[in-house]
């Protein structure tokens, strides 16, 4: 069964950092495309970040572009997102992804999410 | 970059009507499109990409089509476990990979 489990979220204050971590299971990692997906309390999905199994191609939205890094370690089975200088419109629901492999950034399983919550 | 526009916003269905949810792309992105399901307080669920192809597992009473700017996802016959909010997202070419805004299936 695959499974994907986000950690990681808290509070943090404006210009703050934080690390998500996604840890998966029942597949093979290495194999697989995974992607960052957000939703802000009461909003809709956004696409964050994207990183391919070998991590050869990583993409980022504009709004998290030079601030969040994506990253994974297939020894771990793990996916990572780390993000500084931390704004209020980060605050949301980060989901991490895996991707179908078909199309760009179709995610068929998701984790339950994490929230970050940027907030003096 | 690509915008994604949905209709209605929102809608309020009897269980056992026909649903119909129409996205929109702001430029062509061919058969490039995925619809998700979403309920209060759950991650997304993926129910159909590349606009028309049903994912595993999904029931067959949903089913999308479409091709180049314009989009539709349609339940057959609204069940009790379907109110939800509906998402399209574009997978085309390079990203950004953008949802539309989403519509929310509520009880009439």
């Known amino acids: 069964e695959v499974q994907l489990v986000e950690s990681g979220g808290g509070l943090v204050k404006p210009g703050g950092s934080l690390r998500l971590s996604c840890a998966a299971s029942g597949f093979t990692f290495s194999s697989y495309t995974l992607n960052w997906v957000r939703q802000a309390p009461g909003k809709g999905l956004e696409w964050v970040s994207s990183?391919?199994?070998?991590?050869?191609?990583?993409y980022y939205a504009d709004s998290v572009k030079g601030r969040f890094t994506i990253s994974r370690d297939n020894a771990k089975n793990s996916l990572y997102l780390q993000m500084n200088s931390l704004r209020a419109e980060d605050t949301a629901v980060y989901y991490c992804a895996r991707d179908l492999g078909i199309l760009g950034a179709t995610s068929d399983y998701w984790g339950q999410g994490t929230l970050v919550t940027v907030s003096s | 970059d690509i915008q994604m526009t949905q209709s209605p916003s929102s809608l309020s269905a009897s269980v056992g009507d026909r649903v119909t949810i129409t996205c929109r792309a702001s430029?062509?992105?061919?058969?490039?499109l995925n619809w998700y399901q979403q309920k209060p307080g759950k991650a997304p669920k993926l129910l159909i990409y590349?606009?028309?192809s049903l994912q595993s597992g999904v029931p067959s009473r949903f089913s999308g089509s479409g091709s180049g700017t314009d989009f539709t996802l349609t339940i057959s016959s609204l069940q009790p476990e379907d109110f939800a909010t509906y998402y399209c997202q574009q997978s085309y070419s390079t990203p950004p990979f953008t949802f539309g805004p989403g519509t929310k299936v509520d009880i009439k």
């Open positions: 430029q062509s992105i061919t058969s490039y």
């Open positions: 590349a606009a028309s």
């Open positions: 990183i391919s199994g070998s991590s050869s191609y990583i």
